[in-house]
């Protein structure tokens, strides 16, 4: 069922900015890359739906296709030991809600070329993401890729002001954000999947 994945050789690099000491305690099959928003649609990761996708559910099929990414390196974290980012690519749902069609991720990179095997981190549906975070650095630390993914209608996909939840009594709405975490989650995997560092097996 896992889409088999092409790499992509295009990359844009941008330095990183000096940090003071204390930045290392601020929260936290391509090249590791650090592009601003200006060239974001200029950076795609393919999502390659094999003959396995017939056995998925309608509900959560992806066809083939490719994405655009925004990465953004972090301050050094760990003592230098891992690297950490913000990722931001926009989700295969498009909602009536703009802030809940982007999603917002964390990628926690071990160091050297890999290959290293990789991993979705998600929250636990009360939001709390430093346990996740925990969870992803130690990951990292101990060599393996890990992806924090940000589901639907939490954090920054929360519009503000509003009580939207991905999970509610509205079951309708319960069954779409759900299939849009889903479908989040994939193309999430396809990225993490993508990347040089990373087995994709």
């Not at 390659?48 to 990414?69: C, D, G, I, M, Q």
């Not at 992806?147 to 209608?153: A, E, G, I, N």
């Amino acid at each position: 069922m896992k889409p088999r994945l092409r790499r992509s050789t295009r990359s844009t690099s941008v330095p990183s900015p000096a940090w003071p000491w204390w930045g290392c305690f601020v929260a936290s099959l391509m090249g590791v890359m650090v592009i601003d928003s200006s060239t974001a649609a200029e950076v795609r990761v393919p999502f390659e739906a094999t003959k396995a996708e017939a056995s998925v559910p309608e509900r959560f099929r992806l066809a083939s296709h490719t994405f655009p990414y925004v990465m953004r390196e972090r301050p050094a974290n760990w003592l230098g030991s891992i690297k950490e980012y913000e990722v931001t690519f926009p989700s295969p749902v498009t909602t009536p809600h703009a802030c809940n069609n982007t999603v917002h991720c964390e990628y926690f990179a071990p160091r050297g070329a890999g290959p290293h095997a990789g991993v979705v981190v998600l929250h636990i549906l009360g939001g709390d993401f430093e346990l996740s975070r925990t969870v992803a650095r130690t990951l990292a630390v101990r060599g393996v890729g890990a992806l924090f993914l940000k589901m639907p209608y939490y954090g920054p996909r929360r519009p503000e002001g509003q009580r939207m939840r991905m999970i509610s009594e509205d079951l309708d709405q319960t069954v779409a954000g759900m299939t849009q975490a889903v479908l989040d989650i994939r193309r999430g995997a396809a990225w993490l999947a993508a990347r040089q560092e990373i087995d994709p097996a």
